[in-house]
């Protein structure tokens, strides 16, 4: 399994995104996908995950600003991000479970200007 992932950039506080993370096989044989982020000096966060049934949950700190949804046909998980703000700056991986296997993608840097 290779993920790409990509729509990284530089955003003022209050704008959005929207990052892509499109995968060599299909998305129907992940048991579930998900984005992760990490701060220059913190550690690796879960974000937003989406199951394979659909079933979405977030992290606190995103509720009501990012959505996580996916693009079966084109084997594609996206992350829009609404109302960023400086803390969500980090570089934010696409990662997905597969069993007991954990695929992560190369990561794209999200950079939000206060």
């Known amino acids: 399994v290779q993920l790409q992932a990509s729509g990284g950039g530089l955003v003022q506080a209050g704008g959005s995104l929207r990052v892509s993370c499109t995968s060599t096989e299909s998305i129907f044989s992940f048991t579930d996908m998900g984005w992760y982020r990490q701060a220059p000096g913190k550690q690796r966060e879960l974000v937003a995950a989406?199951?394979?049934?659909?079933?979405?949950n977030y992290a606190d700190s995103v509720k009501g600003r990012f959505t996580i949804s996916r693009d079966i046909y084109k084997k594609t998980m996206y992350l829009q991000m609404n109302s960023l703000k400086a803390e969500d700056t980090a570089v934010y991986y696409c990662?997905?479970?597969?069993?007991?296997?954990?695929?992560w993608g190369q990561g794209t840097q999200v950079t939000v200007s206060s």
């Open positions: 990662s997905v479970h597969r069993g007991p296997a954990t695929y």
């Open positions: 989406i199951s394979n049934g659909g079933t979405t």
